[in-house]
């Protein structure tokens, strides 16, 4: 995605609420590929949200948030081993409007602690 419409994409987000199709296994079974989402950007994005963000090399994804770092938000989507860099905040449209329930807020935050975990015994 160029930047051009990225810019666009999460302006629109900032005024209201966008319609984006989920494509990829990432987040299954929460958010199945072809599945249509409703984003909106928020000030504040809590471990459990999903986002909708801009990657490093162009495309758009959407992951869990598991927390923060001084960098930005850490992310990994459900179906995948690894966490993403963090994700600054100028790269992110938005969050998938609709209710988290507190055990996927408290699974991100534990996720958290085991890469912090990992990273302190090392």
Do not use: Q, S
């Amino acid at each position: 995605m160029d930047f051009r419409t990225f810019t666009a994409l999460r302006d629109a987000a900032a005024a209201e609420r966008i319609a984006i199709v989920v494509r990829g296994d990432c987040m299954e079974p929460h958010l199945p590929a072809g599945k249509p989402v409703e984003v909106r950007a928020r000030r504040v994005y809590l471990p459990g949200d999903v986002i909708v963000f801009r990657t490093r090399t162009g495309p758009l994804a959407i992951h869990r948030v598991l927390g923060w770092r001084p960098a930005g938000l850490v992310t990994r989507g459900d179906h995948c081993a690894a966490h993403d860099a963090p994700v600054p905040r100028e790269a992110i449209v938005g969050a998938v409007c609709g209710h988290v329930a507190a055990i996927d807020r408290l699974r991100a935050l534990m996720n958290l602690a085991r890469i912090i975990g990992r990273r302190v015994t090392r």
